[in-house]
């Protein structure tokens, strides 16, 4: 926890007539679980830990990324109710995939197929 203190100044007496020292504290929060990206996998929950980028520049964090030895995978939250609806893969080789999250189904289905070149 970050804790960032500095003294006011002396505050009234208290009720036994010492000066009191008034003290401000400024705690930076620790992520919310609840603001946390999250999948499905059958049974079982993935939590994703909390979205860092803004992919849509509405001004809230709806994506993360995660580097591995192929490539990179983004993880989008598209409407913003924390769980993932949107995977993009970006292989070691240029080839790009995106699979969106079917809604009634709840399967995943590719959407995009490319190279970056």
Same mark, same amino acid.
């Given at each position: 926890?970050?804790?960032?203190?500095?003294?006011? #100044?002396?505050?009234?007496?208290? !009720?036994?007539?010492?000066?009191?020292? !008034?003290?401000?504290?400024?705690?930076?929060?620790?992520?919310?679980?609840?603001?946390? %990206?999250?999948?499905?996998?059958?049974?079982?929950?993935?939590? %994703?830990?909390?979205? !860092?980028?803004?992919?849509?520049?509405?001004?809230?964090?709806?994506?993360?990324?995660?580097?591995?030895?192929?490539?990179?995978?983004?993880?989008?939250?598209?409407?913003?109710?924390?769980?993932?609806?949107?995977?993009?893969?970006?292989?070691?080789?240029?080839?790009?995939?995106?699979?969106? %999250?079917?809604?009634?189904? #709840? !399967?995943?289905?590719?959407?995009?197929?490319?190279?970056?070149?």
């Amino acid at each position: 926890m970050d804790v960032h203190t500095h003294l006011d #100044g002396l505050g009234d007496p208290d !009720e036994h007539g010492d000066p009191v020292i !008034e003290v401000a504290a400024h705690v930076t929060p620790a992520p919310d679980v609840h603001d946390h %990206l999250w999948m499905a996998d059958g049974d079982r929950i993935w939590d %994703l830990g909390p979205a !860092e980028t803004d992919t849509d520049a509405d001004g809230v964090a709806d994506s993360l990324t995660r580097v591995g030895p192929d490539g990179m995978t983004v993880y989008t939250d598209t409407d913003h109710d924390g769980r993932v609806d949107a995977i993009t893969e970006v292989h070691g080789d240029g080839a790009v995939e995106t699979h969106r %999250l079917d809604g009634r189904t #709840g !399967e995943w289905v590719r959407t995009d197929v490319g190279r970056l070149d």
